[in-house]
């Protein structure tokens, strides 16, 4: 597909524009945060305990989505928090993807014996809880951001090496590398001009789908103590604190729970709108 | 094609034994596969045969019954199981890098599909500048100059450079497939079903191309396919396949006049005629083509043949020669030639339409 | 003759977004009692669509019947009720796919397979249907102790006599057969067309073969219709059509297929390509690949011309002087 191609048929997709809308705008509001959030979001307040939402008029000033039970602003601690688990996801989906990328190309493209080990390191892999390796590292490293990308990037790997296997596997069989072989193209170079650029929609689509779940994982390892030490500011920390007041104060947990799942629902309304666009198989 | 040439042909054999020598030569090529759990499928079994230089060999035989795997060897996409591969009497059955560099630029392939055969995200002109890249003869303007010459040269409008193979209709891509192939200037081309792929309009331009590209290179071409009357348009000599081995191999009017193998007659005989006057009894084989998985002893046709005794179940066949550049896998030729004659002289519902096991 | 199938001014269209492929334009057709038509033409020209509108199975949402109508035995296929058709489908009209494969239902049995076809139309019992599809599998050469197997286990060619024989079983008045050799050895090829020769004789229904080999038409139908873009161009007896072609492209294709006999001359290839469905020229279809076009065949739709009463053509160069015959002109050198 070409340029034109391509931008045609962005405009046509509503979830795509919906989806890329919604991130930009989450992404553009967490990140220039610290440009105009007025408190701290570390800082215990206790005076300011639970303190209820003041409403969208009381200003940047006044505690918009309130306070939580150490007194610290909602909104600000939200949008800070947004801010780590954005780039917690970036980090493990760019990880993942290169390695994915990477492993998968060569188990593909070469398949035999190398294909085999690979696979099967997958399926390990795969049979390993998540959770598990998660509370090792941590009992192990501690809780820091740098461990919690590690531990999601050695699970997150799996789902798209699988996908760049199985393409490439059917790309290798394609006439056109063959041509390029009986052309004496080196096979580093048929893997990356020939086989790459065909592999490059799937793993963009695999990639974008799985951001939006790698948010939510980072937020439940978060909620169970396992992802972003306190008192840095996390969506899932945010809902752990505030659970024990669902009845009292359901703002603590609400707030960031939308949020958390307006920004899952946007990264799969783009995942879906790309797979639209750059599957072949959705002629119009 | 001239008489000279002609006369070459005839000459020379499926073992060889002509003036001229043979630009390709195999020698008891075997390739078999092994599958897990179940042995070995003998793709290739022991085929003999050359190409002389300008002539246009033919391999004709039903899906599976190796053709495509003899092309895929001598392109060394392959590695032989057993066997030798000479090229202008060099042993190159495992060529060394360099050897393997020289083979790219003589020996060249074209494929059947169209559609898979051109790399989707690559326009024409990056496609074609490949072969020039590779070899490092040409960059930059001469480099463009060269591609836009070997477009022209297989009948592609300029403006179709700066395309992507899918803006490309089935005869234009195959073309493109030709062009690519020809870049090298190479002397061998396998070409593996070339036009089966594409409508019977659009067939005819790219069966033209392919024999006015050999007059005017100077190319040997192996041109495997399964249709009978395509490969007798094109081809100077046929040989048919069958499981695996060569069960006869002659010059194109002789095999096409005068067919002895029974599966060879069988297969004319299967296919559907235009010309009313051609319209004869047919020979319907009963039964599928049998699996190569681990075949037994004996000429592989036997379960179908309608002539076979008990030795041919349990001997071999070789290919031996019955005219001059004539040779034919099956010892009892003479009678199946009997038969032919006699089938071409009853009337239509003489008894031999039935079909035979 | 008695008329059994009868297309007038069928027009069929897809459409997908803001793209309309016109696939049939103003189709005429009769197919008589008894008779093997065949229906010849080069992808997209329509052959397949013809036969999905008969049998009314065009793709939901995207196919559309945009005029003309299909009659059977007089009655109108297009306005009956789904039910109705139900009964005809299968029944009196059946079919054969091109791809052997994926026309059976991998997950039953064969015999089950047509059993079920049996009890549908025929209302028989299990035993009963069992009898009869196991009388038309052995009629295709199929034994009776393979009826338990499933469509995987079988070889191609074996799949596709499972196929026609499902076809068969309700003795239709009509078969159509899409392509059914072409995923097919040659050898495999004869075996098929035999059997739908005997078959068709014994059974004496009527054949609609549609295909895009000319030989295949020539041993098996009486009459042949040649299809270019979304139209019937010429039409005849196939021995009239095939020795004495009128139209440019009948001749044109003649020429251009390689001959198993006499001298081995230069193909005469046509030059350009396959009408596009999306972008039909005006006046006569093939006049962009024609060497004879004129500026009347440029803007003007040509009538069906009767040449005699085994032969029509639809062209304007062969207006009054459809007795001269020339050599196919064109080509690309």
Sequence with gaps: ?284 | ?357 | MEEILKISKLSVEYRSGDTVAKAVNGLNMTLYKGQAMGLVGESGAGKTTTALSVMGLLPDKIGYVTGGDIEYKGQSLLKMKEKELNTIRGGKISMVFANPLSSLNPVFTVGHQITMVLRQHRHMTEKEAHAEAAKFLKMVGIPEYRMEDYPHQFSGGMRQRVGIAAALVCSPEILIADEPTTALDVTIQAQILELMKDLQKTMDSSLLMITHNLGIIAELCQTVAIMYGGEIVEYGSVREVFENPMHWYTIGLLNAVPKLTGKRERLASIPGNVANAQMLPEGCKFHPRCGYCTKTCRTKQPEMICVNENHYVQCWERGGKAETKRPAKGGNQ
Aim: glycine residues 8%; neutral net charge; proline residues 6%.
């Design chain 2, 1 to 357: 094609m001239t008489e000279i040439k002609k006369e070459n042909i005839i000459q020379s054999g499926a073992t060889g034994q002509s003036t001229q020598k043979p630009l390709l030569r195999v020698e008891h090529l075997k390739e078999y596969f092994k599958i897990p759990g179940k042995g070995y499928l003998h793709a290739v079994d022991d085929i003999t045969m050359e190409i002389m230089p300008n002539e246009t060999l033919g391999l004709v035989g039903e899906s599976g019954c190796g053709k495509s795997t003899v092309g895929n060897v001598l392109m060394r996409l392959l590695k032989p199981t057993g066997g030798k591969i000479f090229y202008e009497d060099k042993d190159v059955t495992k060529p060394s890098k360099k050897e393997n560099l020289e083979l790219t630029k003589k020996t060249q392939m074209v494929f059947q599909d169209p559609y898979s055969s051109l790399n989707p995200r690559k326009p024409i002109r990056s496609i074609l500048s490949e072969p020039f890249k590779i070899n490092k003869t040409a960059e930059g303007r001469e480099l463009d100059d060269k591609v836009r010459k070997l477009a022209e040269r297989v009948g592609l409008e300029p403006y179709v450079l700066d395309q992507y193979p899918h803006e490309l209709d089935g005869g234009k891509r195959q073309m493109v497939g030709i062009a690519r192939a020809l870049a090298m200037q190479p002397k061998f081309i396998v070409c593996d079903e070339p036009v089966s792929a594409l409508d019977v309009s659009v067939q005819a331009t790219i069966i033209n191309l392919l024999i006015d590209m050999q007059k005017e290179m100077g190319l040997s071409y192996l041109f495997i396919s399964h249709d009978l009357s395509v490969v007798r348009h094109i081809s100077d000599r046929v040989a048919v396949m069958y499981l695996g081995q060569i069960v006869e191999i002659a010059p194109t009017d002789t095999i096409f006049s005068n067919t002895l193998h029974p599966y060879s007659i069988a297969l004319l005989s299967a296919v559907p005629k235009i010309d009313f006057e051609e319209q004869e009894n047919r020979i319907v084989l009963t039964g599928d083509v049998p699996s190569p998985m681990n075949p037994k002893p004996g000429c592989r046709f036997a379960p179908r043949c309608w002539m076979a005794c008990e030795e041919c179940k349990n001997k071999d066949q070789e290919l031996t020669q019955v005219e001059p550049g004539h040779f034919v896998a099956c010892s009892r030729w003479k009678e199946s030639r009997e038969m032919e004659l006699k089938l071409e002289r009853e009337p239509a519902n003489g008894g031999q339409n039935e079909p035979i096991l």
């Design chain 1, 1 to 284: 597909m070409n340029r034109k191609d391509f931008t045609r048929r962005m405009r046509k997709s509503k979830l795509f524009l919906i989806g890329l809308a919604g991130i930009l705008v989450i992404a553009a509001v967490c990140f220039l945060s610290p440009l105009f959030v007025r408190f701290d979001p570390l800082k215990a307040e206790l005076s300011n305990r639970l303190a209820a939402p003041e409403g969208i008029f009381g200003g940047l000033s006044r505690h918009i989505f309130g306070c939580d039970p150490m007194g610290r602003d909602v909104l600000t601690r939200l949008l800070l928090g947004g801010r780590t688990s954005l780039l917690i996801a970036f980090s493990v989906v760019l990880i993942t993807t290169i390695l994915g990328l990477i492993i998968g190309l060569l188990a593909g493209y070469y398949g035999g014996i190398a294909d085999l080990i690979l696979m099967r390191i997958c399926d390990i892999m795969m049979a390993l809880p998540t959770l598990l390796l998660a509370i090792c590292v941590v009992a192990v490293m501690g809780s820091s951001i740098t461990n919690l990308v590690v531990v999601l990037s050695i699970t997150g790997w799996i789902m798209v090496a699988r996908v760049v296997r199985s393409t490439v596997m059917s790309i290798r069989d394609c006439e056109y590398v063959k041509a390029a072989r009986v052309l004496g193209i080196p096979n580093s170079k048929i893997i990356l001009k020939e086989v790459l650029p065909n592999v490059i929609s799937p793993v963009i689509i695999t990639a974008t789908q799985a951001f939006g779940g790698m948010i939510l994982t980072e937020a439940s390892m978060s909620y169970l103590g396992l992802g972003v030490p306190a008192p840095s500011p996390s969506w899932g920390a945010m809902i752990s604190d505030g659970r024990e007041y669902i009845a009292t104060a359901p703002w603590v947990v609400i707030v960031p729970g939308i949020a958390l799942m307006l920004t899952v629902l946007a990264f799969n309304f783009l995942g879906d709108g790309l797979n639209d666009i750059l599957n072949p198989k959705n002629k119009d």
